[in-house]
T-cell receptor, first 115, second 114 residues
C-alpha cells in the first residue's frame, strides 16, 4: 500500500540553526500539508500546498517557515532559524482531492528537538 | 473559525468492553467531514473512521462506530469489544467540504485494561 514517508525520523538541532524536514507524499496525490504537534498537545495545521504554491497557512507559519516541492516527489519544510518552541513532532500529509471525504494520509512524523 | 472539543482527556476500558469517546464541534458550514484518528505510541496518525455531514446514517468500521448528531454538533466514537491494541490517543477532526485543513481536538488518551 502506498504511504507517505518522512526523513529524518528524529532531528536534533541548536537554536538558531536552519533545518529542512523532508517528505515524500503518495505519488498521485496533489495536495500536501504540514502539521505540528507539540508534545502532549493537539495536532495543529501549519500549511497546505497545491499546484506549486501555498494554498493556506496558519498564524504559526510565519516568515521563519517555508515549503517547497523541489522536484516531482519531495515536499520540504524549512525552518530558517529554529527556536526552542519549535521542538515538536512534524507530520506531512497528502491527499488526492479536496472535495469529498478524501483521507489525508499522514507520514510517520519527524521529531524535531531544538536545544 | 471551526473548533473541535474533546472533553475527556483520558478514558479507561476493560478488555472486551465497550467505550465511547466524545467530541463536539462548532461550525457554520452545512457540508463538512468528521474524522477520528488514532495515534498509538509510535505517534503515527491512523484514520479510524470518517463521517460525511450530509449522510444521516452513522458510519461503522468493524468494531468502530460513530454517533453523529448534526443538530447537536456531536460526533462520538464507540469502540466495541475493546482490545489491548486499541490503547492510543484518539483525535477527533473536522474538515470543511472544500477545506484544506483538518482541525483537531485536543485528544483523548484511551487505556485498555486486561
Amino acid at each position: 500500500e502506498p504511504e507517505v514517508t518522512q526523513t529524518p525520523s528524529h532531528q536534533v538541532t541548536q537554536m538558531g540553526q536552519e533545518v529542512i524536514l523532508r517528505c515524500v507524499p503518495i505519488s498521485n496525490h496533489l495536495y500536501f500539508y504540514w502539521y505540528r504537534q507539540i508534545l502532549g498537545q493537539k495536532v495543529e495545521f501549519l500549511v497546505s500546498f497545491y499546484n506549486n504554491e501555498i494554498s493556506e497557512k496558519s498564524e504559526i507559519f510565519d516568515d521563519q517557515f517555508s515549503v517547497e516541492r523541489p522536484d516531482g516527489s519531495n515536499f520540504t519544510l524549512k525552518i530558517r532559524s529554529t527556536k526552542l518552541e519549535d521542538s515538536a513532532m512534524y507530520f506531512c500529509a497528502s491527499t488526492t482531492e479536496l472535495a469529498g471525504g478524501y483521507e489525508q494520509y499522514f507520514g510517520p512524523g519527524t521529531r524535531l528537538t531544538v536545544t | 473559525a471551526q473548533t473541535v472539543t474533546q472533553s475527556q482527556p483520558e478514558m479507561s476500558v476493560q478488555e472486551a468492553e465497550t467505550v465511547t469517546l466524545s467530541c463536539t464541534y462548532d461550525t457554520s458550514e452545512s457540508d463538512y467531514y468528521l474524522f477520528w484518528y488514532k495515534q498509538p505510541p509510535s505517534r503515527q496518525m491512523i484514520l479510524v473512521i470518517r463521517q460525511e455531514a450530509y449522510k444521516q446514517q452513522n458510519a461503522t468500521e468493524n468494531r468502530f462506530s460513530v454517533n453523529f448528531q448534526k443538530a447537536a454538533k456531536s460526533f462520538s466514537l464507540k469502540i466495541s469489544d475493546s482490545q489491548l491494541g486499541d490503547a492510543a490517543m484518539y483525535f477527533c477532526a473536522y474538515r470543511a467540504e472544500y477545506g484544506n485543513k483538518l482541525v483537531f481536538g485536543a485528544g483523548t488518551i484511551l487505556r485498555v485494561k486486561s
